[in-house]
Every structure is written in structure tokens, then in C-alpha cells.
């Protein structure tokens, strides 16, 4: 099929309007669109997928205990009744500054304002088979299949043979310990011991054993050295072996190489240790900050087209750079909140205003009870920091109906101990590539 | 991988008992399953997923009503209790009745009794381009494809060209009459005016149609009269266009070639026009009935191997052959306790007894609060229909969590018209791919 042209588009666009064209449907792209609900513009939003994704909570879609609708919805159903925004499912794949126009696999969309929030990726840092042979979990489908794979090792291992050694199948390496692989970790110990307790106890199956492994000494290392200890012993209560100082080097799908060159069999690698920039943001030519973020004006424009605003994960402010911004919700939505008043002061011949972060604390959970919480001057930890990060997550999750479930899954669970959620979805594949994680051949 | 030898299964064989195979996880397999459970037998249960799906509701996931884990449990979940039960993913691809063996993707095992609960597919009758180019709705990857594509018609009618008549991207045809196509085509209706209404109302669009083909001169030719008329009523009054006396003879993914050499231009053709039995069993050297089911004994054995029992959509009984058995639930499973009861009188030296249907009669929905019912005598429609199909299906449904998941979502849909669950899922496909629906090329 040919792109659709230009000219064609017109028929979507509110011509006698100026278009703010936004990238993304992350949290700083939604609130952008929601912050110019009452502006005379046409907000045009953009995103791959038809929906918003509450990614804190996707690890518990990978470890089976929330559905995947529940940690979604659709955008068009979010901004319903806004009068002035329009919505569009495409892949930006470049953009063209000087003519002010994106361009997507779908057709290429004009703006007068542009404002990117792309978001993030997986960062394998170039380490081979990371990027094809580990478990990745940035976005719904990374979390299915993640599910997928955990539970099918089971069913794989229970067909055991003296020439396979089942252990491989039931050793599941996590590798980041920030606060992704920690709840990972933490969450995936959980799920292994219910399985292993009631489903698959009378099959003959090994031990499992859940790792993770860090590179730094510590868990957590953005927090507390209270927190990161807090975190190491939830997390060997559960029965999770916590390498410290651990590097890893390269996997093939089978076995694990270390950086002191040592070696572990495992079938399952999930990869929480890096992100970057979305590639979109990485491939632009514009200055870059590290990890590929662009660099930008404390007032979240680029330098060379003001016109241009990049918000969340993938926003670098050089001048601000002693201030470590961290790729987390609470950012992407203050940013955009800014990014959104600059676009309204400039509209009304106003001065831009530069972006500073207000920061609201730091959770992590490492599963049932068990919490680390840093708010303003506050620690704290144990059952108490999991109530708070409970209800932190059910206000921030869009809409009633997806907080209604959440919480009745976490209820359900609480109580029954199960992780309901334990389908193996999407065609089965054939023996051989059920074997291998990931795209690794 | 070479397959697994026998050798090594005896790894999960209690070798002093007596086995009972079964196959399929439905209706039948599972009521199977759990009837034996105060045997001193094995029972294994062979599935190729690990979950039980529950049919009925399938449309509505289809539709964007419920989520795939709502219709679906673990199968190891529903039997968590079960001591004599052991369950296997695995695809059967043959079976070696002299040697009382079945040949799987995985491996080969061994069975003393034997019970064929693989259930139905959809069955294209060899007509052009339909198994491949249309949708069909057997299991849960289906209803979600299904989903996906309807979302992403209307996504792409929006990126809509001159050169590219959009009407066909917005109609839909639902094919056969029977409570499937009815069910699917009113669930549809009700989808697409959520959608129409609020959504995607600035887009441009044209009109969507809806169109369910059927080839006899009426609706749900299986019941009576009085209900063809009430299902025709109802979907008129949603908008559905009612086509009687028309077959399709073939589509390529654009155009629908009906049997009087019409054409209709179609991005979507929703295939309920036909099931037959299982392929496995259809492949199987032993005679058969109508649609590839396989003819038994009234003791649901086959005649040459006594020890095998089929139940369910796959069965055919030719001594009752004038008692028309429809592919439904309750078939399913009375046949299971039949069999099941046959394989204790069998083990107690007692001769075999003969299946006999007990009609709990029929129901029929046509989406909020109409559905027609003929159970004995009874014959009624409209709410009180609706309400006894609801409450029906929700006490049929495996755990209590996903009753309860259902429950909210039929509330949350009442009271708010919502169909929350419009995610298009899964890797977004290449332009080309996104343009053509199934597997068709």
C-alpha cells in the first residue's frame, strides 16, 4: 500500500485550528491531552497501541496475577468526552523539523506544537543474546509473554527426559536489582511457590530457583541503604538467591555468562537491568544526553525548534543535570504539565517557564506484605509501605472499571493465595521453538 | 528435539494403576475427569492448552464484552484437589489402538481405558478462501483475533483515502444463523454503536454495517418458529441486516461471492456457519458419521477397540441416529458420566449401559436484554429470556472468580454501555499484514 498523502488527511483535520500533535499515550503524553482540554487547539494524540498502559503494575500481569485489560485501556475511551482531541493509532517513524510534519507508517501528520513523550525501551547495552534471547517487560506483550514462558517451562519440565535436565527449565534468572527486577523477582517467588505447591507438587520436578542478580552491592541502589537492605531480606524470606556484584555478560537461551566468567544453565533470563530513550527519540538529529535521551531547554523545548517539547523518560535538561530525573511516571506527568502551560503561555505571546521536578517519594514492593518506602523524610517498610504502595497504584490506574478489578484480583489473591491468571495464551508453538525464550534462534 | 521415549514417562506413570486417558479439557474431559476421582485409577487429562475454555461466552470476548481470562481457568487450578489426577500439555497427532497408545507432539503414553473428548472446529466445507481469509471463533486466540480486527478496521477506516472505499473496512458479516452468528452479530451490533457513538464520531466515517448471512429461510433454525421471528426482531431493531436464503461460496479477504453471483465488499467475514468434529478424529482409521465424528456403540465405545470411549461434539451414535444430538455442553458432559460410569461398571466385571440425552432445551442470546429460551414445554423471550441466560451461563462457568469477574463486567456493561475491553493485542503487524484479516494472503 502507498502512504496516504497529505492532502488526504485534511478530511481528520480542523483546519482553521492550530494542532498539537502529541507522541505517545504514556503518562505524559495523556496528561498533555488532558491538560489542553480547554484550549482553542486541536490536540492530535499518537501511539502504536489503541491503548494507555499502567506499566508499574505490568509485572504482575507477567507473574500471572493481573489480566492484561486490567492494567489497560483504551484512549479513545479515556478521553470520551474531550471535545478537542482527536486520536490516531500509528508508528511514528521520523519526524521533519523544518517542515513541521511526523512522519508514520500510516501517512505523515502536520503540527504547529509537537510534544514527544515516546517513552522508553529495554537497553541491552549491546551484550550478546540480551536483546533476542532474554525476557523483556516494556510493554503488554513483553508481560504476556513473559507469562507464557514461566508457565510453559513448567509444562515443558514435567515432560523431563534423562538427556534434558529439567533444572534449566525451573531456574529463572532475573537481572536488574532496581525497583522492576526487585518486584519481579519478588513477585515471580510467589507465583513458583504456588505452582510448585499445588499444581505440578507430584510431578517429580527439581527444585526451583529464583536469582537475581545486581551489579552494584546493593539492591534498590537509588534508594536508602535501609531500603536496599529491607528489600534483600524480604526477598530471601521468599526464597530468592540475591547475587550482589553480579555481572552479566552474554546469554544464548541456554546458559548465562557471567563477568567473573562463571556460567548458570537457564532457560529463562528476564532482563530488568536498563533502559534507554525510544529508539525514535535516539534516531532524531538533535542533541543527546546518556542513554539516548534528547537534550533539552529547562523549559523542555529543543534548542533548535521551539516549537518542539520532549517530555518523560526520554527528556534530558542539561542545564538541570546535577538533579538526577528518574524514568518514572511522576516525571513524565509534572513534565508535561509544563510542556503544556509553555504551549499555552507561547499561544497567548507569554515567556516560557522552566520544568522543576517536585519529587513525591519512592515505593518499591517486593510482594504480599512486604514494602520499602522513602516519602520526603519518611522510611518505611514492611506491611505498611505495601498498604501505601497498594493504594498509591489503585488511584494512579485509569479509570473505575480497571480499579475495581485490580483490586478485587489483589483481594482475591490476598486471601486465596492463587494466581488466577495462569494462561498460557496465543498459538502454541511447535516443540522446538517453545524451547528457546524470546526471538533467539 | 527427538521425541521423548516411553521409557522416560514412566517418570509421572503410578505403574500398579489402571490409567484412563483422556483427551480434551472441555466440557467432557473435564466432567470426566472430576467423575473419577474417587477411583483407584490415574486419570490423565491431555489438553493442547492448560486451560478449560468456557465456549459459550467466546463471542463476547470476541466483541470486547469480557476478557479472555474470564471465559478461561487453568485446567491444574480446577482440579487443584483432585489425588489421582495428573494433566499434560500436549497436541495428540495420533492414536495406536493396538497398542493402546497415543502419539503426541511431546512424547507417546500408554492408556488402559481411553475417553476422545477433542470437541469441534469450524468447517469451511471446502468453500474458497474461507478457512483462510475469514474469521472463525473455536478458541480463545480466535476471539481475540477476532477483536483485534474489528478494533483495527475501525482504526484504519480513519486513515481513510480516496482510493480506498472505507465502507468495506466498516462491514461486517456474520455467517450462519444458528445461536452463534445470532449471538456474535448482536454482540456486534451493540460494539460498534458504542464505538460509532462516541469514538469515533469525528472521524469522517460512513455508516457501519452489520450484515449475518443465512442460508435457510430462517434464523436459528433449530428452535422453533416463534423464536427464528423473536431473534429476527431483535437484531432488525439493533440494526443488523438479516440476509435468509443466502450462502456464501467464497471470499479472498475484499469480496464476498454469495451463491446467486452477488458480491458484497467486506474486510470482514465472521465465519459461524459450520462445525465438524476435531481433525484428530476425523484422521482416525475407524468409521464415521455425518461431519467427521466418529461413530460408537449406544455405550459410547467404539465397536473394534471397547476400550475407547468418544463423547462429546466428536461423538455419533448411529443406532439413535434419528435423536439429533447438537455439539452443545450438556451433550458433552452427560456423555462423560455415561462413559465414565461405563469404565467403573467395567472395572467391576458389570456390563456396559447405553447413553440416553435428556434435553435441558435451548437458549439463545441477542445481546442486552433479549434472548429467546424453549426449555420442555416453555417457550419465552425478551428480558426474562436474557435473565435466565445469564444466570445459566454464569453457574456454568468453572470458579468462582471468574463468575464473580463476569458478574461486574455484565454490570459494569449494563449500567454503562461500555465495552471496556477494546484492546487491539499483540505485536501491531506491518501495514500489508494489518490490511488482510486471518491468514490469508
Known sequence: MDKISIIKLTVITKTNLKRVLIVGAGFGGLRAATALRSEPIEVLLIDRNNYHLFQP???????????????????????????????????????????????????????DYLILAP???????????????????KDLDDAVQIRNHILRCFERATWESQNDLPQAWLTFLVVGGGPTGVEMAGSLAELVQYLRSGEFHS???PRARIILAEMAQRL????????????????????????????????DGFKVEFDHGEYLEARTLI???????AGL????????????????LPTLQLEAHPEVYVIGDGAYIPAQREEALPMMAPVATQMAERATANIR???????QAPFRYKDPGRLATIGRNAAVAEIGRLRFRGFLAWVVWLVVHLIQLVGFRNRL????????????????????QGRLPAVSEAEVPGECS
Open 203 to 205: 510431578m517429580g520436578l
Open 57 to 111: 503494575l505490568l509485572y504482575q500481569v507477567a507473574t500471572a496475577g493481573l489480566e492484561p485489560e486490567q492494567v489497560a485501556r483504551p484512549v479513545r475511551g479515556i478521553l470520551r468526552g474531550q471535545e478537542n482531541f482527536r486520536f490516531l493509532t500509528a508508528e511514528v517513524e521520523a519526524i521533519d523539523f523544518p517542515a513541521r510534519r511526523v512522519i508514520t507508517d500510516r501517512g505523515d501528520l502536520t503540527y
Open 405 to 424: 478489578m485490580v483490586l478485587i484480583s489483589w483481594a482475591w489473591e490476598y486471601l486465596t493465595y492463587e494466581r488466577a491468571v495462569r494462561l498460557i
Open 220 to 251: 534498590l541502589p537509588e534508594m536508602q541503604t535501609s531500603s536496599s537492605k529491607a528489600a534483600l531480606e524480604s526477598l530471601s524470606g521468599k526464597g530468592v538467591e540475591v547475587w550482589l556484584g553480579r555481572a552479566v555478560r552474554a546469554y
Open 119 to 137: 517513552g522508553a525501551e529495554s537497553n541491552s547495552f549491546g551484550l550478546p543474546g540480551i536483546a533476542e534471547c532474554a525476557l523483556h517487560l
Open 281 to 296: 527519540l535516539q534516531r532524531l538529529d538533535v542533541p543527546h544526553g546518556p542513554l539516548g535521551r534528547v537534550a533539552v
Open 345 to 351: 503561555r507561547d499561544l497567548r505571546g507569554q515567556s
Open 271 to 277: 532482563w530488568a537491568a536498563g533502559v534507554s530513550a
